[in-house]
């Protein structure tokens, strides 16, 4: 169990110490979206998210993949792309996913 010990704000950074030394650091933009979660444990881990200007997520990164996103018209994901795989979807009028398909031959 982990106790915070101190939370402040540095121009849009969360940053939380805790008891056990651990550090973690949350960046946000200007639209309060998180940029940037920082883990120091033993190693240092990052996160790191990117949007597009209609406000939903266009990417993630850590240091074991790379996640992209693209929408259609109507704000519902359509492409999924993981390092080199891909996961595509169709959706009906009413938003339900009626196809999805998967370069690792994974199919709905």
């Not at 940029?35 to 996160?47: A, F």
């Not at 339900?96 to 398909?101: A, E, F, N, T």
């Amino acid at each position: 169990m982990h106790r915070y010990t101190l939370s402040y704000f540095v121009d849009s950074i969360v940053v939380l110490l805790l008891f056990a030394c651990l550090l973690y650091s949350h960046e946000y933009d200007k639209c309060g979206r998180v940029r940037r979660i920082t883990h120091d444990y033993d190693k240092i881990e990052e996160q790191t998210y990117s949007y597009y200007s209609s406000g939903r997520l266009q990417e993630a990164v850590n240091e074991h993949a790379r996640v992209s996103f693209r929408y259609n018209s109507l704000g519902l994901p359509i492409e999924e792309f993981c390092d080199v795989h891909l996961i595509e979807r169709s959706s009906d009028k009413h938003g339900l996913i009626v196809s999805l398909r998967s370069s690792l031959l994974a199919l709905r």
